[in-house]
């Protein structure tokens, strides 16, 4: 009873301290605020002890409880204020490097990826090895006192605006699939890095392609072990389809704004699977309190929190009218709802479609044969 109580006062601190410190521009803009302010904002949330809640002192974190660090995501998407959202360090490579890193790179990136003074994209995908990640062709070559990377990602988010990229390469022969993959940190401002960025159906280019020719990285900049990077990739998706899983507040929000108004079997239903997939995720904190290590059960969370938030502003837009034809923020009109249907339709692929992650379910948490 006494956690429960000490969880209740820290969350109405974080409530207090959001009425009292949102900035006009993430107020009226979220996350489409400029990096300035993003970067600002990030810092001021990290400083009051809101961000990296559960990471370990030792590297900057705050060393709490993870149920305090949900209480915080929560409290944010209420408020529909962007969380963290600039880059992926918190939410992907910083838990990564925490898992797998070495002591020297937990030193020297953890905190500034908690006070933004360093934004992190992800190079994962190819453009012919998007769900199957195996298939990736990118070399990362050891040349004794460095390596050097040559090939192409693509949906990479905030490579644009990146300084590191997490990045996914092969070190060994394609044929060997999840064999002789290699994880680096690279430095985006290193010789021979093109960025191009990608117009998305909202307008916005968050994603990006990303070349690399001849680029050298050094060898301290290797996490985990040359040939190990599938294992250690398997655990930034795990971090990553965990992370997903937050947007489960931001259906809550949805689905009491739109309730406000309309009342249907689809928003009675969809709340349904909210509240299972809160037990769910509840559960699964309560065990990594205890040191367990995110696995694939973070492919549900992630299979039912991304197709929860399209079906949640599907319903909203259903019931809007013409109004979902207006994009552009006016006195008296704000269009999250129909900003959110066009940017949600990549939420069921990125971190894998949901057709990957019935079958992982299936196969590997269930132990059901491959069809």
């Known amino acids: 009873m006494r956690d429960e109580e000490e969880l209740e006062k820290f969350r109405n601190n974080v409530r207090e301290w959001i009425e009292k410190n949102v900035p006009e521009e993430i107020k009226n803009k979220g996350d489409s605020a400029s990096v300035t302010a993003l970067r600002e904002w990030q810092r001021k949330v990290y400083e009051a002890g809101y961000l ?26 209420k408020a529909g204020l962007p969380y963290a959202n600039l880059g992926l360090g918190v939410s992907v490579v910083g838990p990564t490097i925490l898992l797998n890193g070495t002591e020297e790179q937990k030193k020297k990136y953890i905190k500034k990826i908690l006070t933004a003074e360093n934004i992190w994209c992800q190079g994962f995908s190819e453009p012919h090895a998007g769900s199957d990640l195996a298939g990736i062709k990118t070399k990362i070559e050891d040349k004794g006192d460095h390596f050097l990377v040559n090939g192409q990602k693509i949906w990479s988010s905030y490579a644009h605006i990146a300084d590191y990229c997490l990045l996914l390469g092969r070190t060994g022969d394609p044929s060997e699939r999840h064999k002789g993959m290699t994880m680096v940190i690279v430095d985006m401002k290193s010789e021979g890095i093109k960025v191009s960025p990608i117009r998305q159906i909202t307008g916005r280019s968050e994603f990006n392609t990303v070349y690399f020719n001849n680029v050298k990285v050094p060898k301290e900049n290797l996490v985990g072990k040359i040939g190990e990077g599938w294992k250690v990739a398997m655990s930034t998706l795990n971090y990553e389809r965990f992370n997903i899983g937050t947007i489960l507040f931001a259906v809550e929000r949805i689905l009491r704004d739109v309730s406000k108004k309309y009342s249907n079997e689809q928003l009675f239903n ?30 549900v969370i992630k299979l039912v929190a991304s197709e929860s938030i399209q079906k949640a502003y599907e319903i909203a837009v259903s019931n809007m009218g013409v109004d979902a034809l207006i994009m552009e923020r006016q006195a008296g009109f704000n269009p999250e709802f129909t900003y959110g249907l066009l940017a949600s339709r990549s939420i069921t692929i990125a971190g894998g479609t949901s057709e990957i992650l019935r079958n992982l379910l299936g196969e590997v948490i269930l132990g059901m044969p491959k069809g």
């Open 52 to 77: 990296g809640v559960s990471w370990p002192k030792e590297y900057g974190g705050w060393g709490e409880d993870p149920l305090k660090e949900i209480i915080v995501r929560e409290e944010f998407a």
């Open 270 to 299: 969809l709340a349904e699977d909210v509240v299972a997939l809160r037990s769910f995720y509840r559960r699964l904190l309560e065990r990594i309190k205890k040191g367990y290590v995110v696995g694939p059960e973070a492919a």
